[in-house]
C-alpha cells in the first residue's frame, strides 16, 4: 500500500533561515503529491502540488518542492522563514494507479521558527 | 461560496451516546471523504465517496457509518461513541483529487 515518511515530526529553524521539510513516498508508480498547511486551530490549506509536468513547484507564501522520482522524494523549501511559518505541515499522496482518489497523509512536522 | 462547512465546531459526547458529524459542500464536488487527526498520526482517513450513493471504507472505519444521499452531504455517524473516538474529524471534498481535496475546518470531538 502506498505509504508517506515525514522525517523529523519537529524542526525548528531561525528567522530568515533556509527551511527544508523532508517527505518520501514508497510507490514505484510516482503518485500525485502535495504538501499541505496546518496553522493552529485550523483547517488544512494546501501549498503546492505536483501532479504531472515540471518537476519544481512552487506554491503559496514563498514555498517550493521538488519531485524527485530517484529518490522517490518531494521535499518542502522555502529559503528564508518567517515567523508566520509556524504551522503543521503535511506531505499527503493520491495514488496515480488503483485507488487513485484516495489522499493518504504523512504523520506531519511541526514547524517552529525561532526570532 | 462557502466551501466545505463543517458542524459542529465542538462536541462532548459520554460515552456510548450517538451522535452525526455534519458536513456540506457547494462545490458539487463528487468525492467526499472523512479523516481524523490525531497527535503524531497525521490524519487518517475513515470513509470516502465517489458520488452520491457510493461509499466505501478508509483505514479506520471501525465505530464510524456514513451515507451519501445527495452531492452535497456526507454525514459522519457515531453509533456509540467511545473515548477512543476523541479526536479532531475533517471534511474534504473534491471534484478532481489529483488536484488536491478541500478541507473543512473541522469538529473537536471529546467522548467522556
Known amino acids: 500500500a502506498q505509504s508517506v515518511t515525514q522525517l523529523g515530526s519537529h524542526v525548528s529553524v531561525s528567522e530568515g533561515a533556509l527551511v527544508l521539510l523532508r517527505c518520501n513516498y514508497s510507490?514505484?508508480?510516482?503518485?500525485?503529491l502535495f504538501w499541505y498547511v496546518q496553522y493552529p486551530n485550523q483547517g488544512l490549506q494546501l501549498l503546492l502540488k505536483?501532479?504531472?509536468?515540471?518537476?519544481l513547484v512552487k506554491g503559496i507564501n514563498g514555498f517550493e518542492a521538488e519531485f524527485k522520482k530517484s529518490e522517490t522524494s518531494f521535499h518542502l523549501t522555502k529559503p528564508s522563514a518567517h515567523m508566520s511559518d509556524a504551522a503543521e505541515y503535511f506531505c499527503?499522496?493520491?495514488?496515480?494507479?488503483?485507488?487513485?482518489?484516495?489522499?493518504?497523509f504523512g504523520t506531519g512536522t511541526l514547524l517552529a521558527v525561532q526570532p | 461560496n462557502a466551501g466545505v462547512t463543517q458542524t459542529p465546531k465542538f462536541q462532548v459526547l459520554k460515552t456510548g451516546q450517538s451522535m452525526t458529524l455534519q458536513c456540506a459542500q457547494d462545490?458539487?464536488?463528487?468525492?467526499m471523504s472523512w479523516y481524523r487527526q490525531d497527535p503524531g498520526m497525521g490524519l487518517r482517513l475513515i470513509h470516502y465517496?465517489?458520488?452520491?450513493?457510493?461509499?466505501d471504507q478508509g483505514e479506520v472505519p471501525n465505530g464510524y457509518n456514513v451515507s451519501r444521499s445527495t452531492t452535497e452531504d456526507f454525514p459522519l455517524r457515531l453509533l456509540s461513541a467511545a473515548p477512543s473516538q476523541t479526536s479532531v474529524y475533517f471534511c474534504?471534498?473534491?471534484?478532481?483529487?489529483?488536484?488536491?481535496?478541500?478541507f473543512g475546518s473541522g469538529t473537536r470531538l471529546t467522548v467522556v
Open positions: 505536483y501532479t504531472t509536468g515540471a518537476t
Open positions: 462545490m458539487n464536488h463528487e468525492y
Open positions: 465517496s465517489v458520488g452520491a450513493g457510493i461509499t
Open positions: 474534504a471534498s473534491s471534484n478532481s483529487p489529483g488536484y488536491g481535496y478541500t
Open positions: 499527503a499522496v493520491i495514488p496515480s494507479s488503483g485507488a487513485t482518489n484516495k489522499l493518504i
Open positions: 510507490s514505484s508508480v510516482p503518485p500525485y
